[in-house]
């Protein structure tokens, strides 16, 4: 990609490129490693290139949410930049003389283009808080909320707070959540993911939206859920609960007892007990990146007794090997 002259790409340039957009997309490990390097050899596009990821973020976040597919982004994306082509008589470059223009023209595009521009001026005024694999990090919002994020999570919110205005965070990931409580206005706190909303009606809790599955644990006071894959159902959960969503089936899922070590990586460890192993394979995988791969198969459901550390990826794996008696493939 070294051929791009990236280096002279503006907003307008990042949002039309392909090898951009797979970055903010699906990013993958030699893409991710070619935007950091240019990123640090060039500081001075750090800004065109956060108002474009913000912009392209927007468009499938307003996409996800109303359950479109990834062909039908694309061409509406195409349909925009012809559009756009059209307006600026083949010179779309002309453009960077007066950015403004990019934005007046989307009064004109089609209702796609503007929505997802409404989404970029709010996450100008939006706080992004996300960790990286074998990270975790404790934040504190603006109403004094306390907030563990886990690895690699991703959590939004506005800048500013009204407290006579509801507090809505956005997850993906997972992350455990003390809430403060205001007492003068009641605003509620709710927690936003593509299948659940959570709307705090206590204090301590933990959600954690990984692949397709939503899990929600109630440690401290009362939470309701609203599952969006079940029009008008709600349910309302006591503390030491904890259901599991499965969006695929849209079953109203069964309240289930939790088990108190099940929140325990808070505190920079992931403790099991008597759990099979293969569950905690699939949490080292989500928060390392790692597939662990079994030299025999018939250890998957071995239940193991253990403590795995989240910061440190190649201790986590010794501690298993040494309780499971084998090293993983290579």
């Not at 074998?134 to 009204?162: C, F, H, M």
């Not at 009606?201 to 644990?217: H, S, Y």
């Not at 989240?310 to 040494?322: G, L, M, P």
Request: aromatic share 12%.
């Amino acid at each position: 990609m070294s051929h791009k002259n990236f280096k002279n790409y503006l907003f307008e340039d990042f949002i039309k490129d392909s090898y951009f957009r797979e970055w903010v997309y699906s990013p993958n490990e030699a893409v991710s490693a070619f935007w950091d390097a240019f990123l640090e050899e060039h500081p001075s596009k750090s800004l065109d290139i956060e108002k474009a990821k913000l912009f392209l973020e927007g468009v499938h976040e307003y996409y996800d949410s109303n359950r479109v597919s990834e062909a039908q982004i694309q061409e509406k994306y195409q349909e925009f930049v012809s559009k756009y082509a059209n307006k600026t008589t083949g010179k779309i470059r002309v453009l960077k003389r007066n950015r403004k223009r990019v934005f007046n023209y989307v009064a004109a595009a089609s209702i796609v283009v503007l929505v997802a521009f409404s989404l970029f001026y709010k996450n100008i005024n939006t706080d992004y808080y996300t960790t990286a694999y074998g990270e975790y990090k404790k934040i504190e919002l603006p109403d004094g909320t306390q907030v563990t994020l886990g690895a690699n999570s991703k959590l939004r919110l506005a800048k500013k707070w009204d407290k006579a205005v509801d507090r809505k965070v956005w997850l993906d990931g997972e992350a455990y959540f003390n809430v403060t409580t205001i007492e003068e206005t009641q605003a509620k706190f709710i927690v936003i993911t593509d299948d659940v909303n959570v709307e705090v009606l206590g204090t301590a809790f933990n959600v954690d939206n990984r692949k397709e599955d939503t899990k929600v644990i109630l440690d401290k006071g009362k939470i309701k859920l609203d599952i969006k894959g079940n029009l008008n159902k709600q349910l309302l959960m006591a503390p030491g609960e904890k259901i599991t969503y499965k969006a695929k089936s849209r079953k109203l899922p069964e309240k289930q007892k939790a088990k108190k070590d099940e929140t325990s990586w808070r505190d920079g460890v992931m403790t099991y007990t008597n759990t099979p192993l293969h569950v905690v394979l699939a949490k080292m995988e989500d928060v390392y990146g790692i597939q662990l791969k079994l030299k025999d198969n018939a250890l998957r459901d071995k239940e193991v007794t253990v403590g795995v550390s989240i910061t440190n990826q190649e201790v986590a794996v010794t501690t298993i090997e040494r309780i499971i008696g084998t090293e993983f493939i290579k």
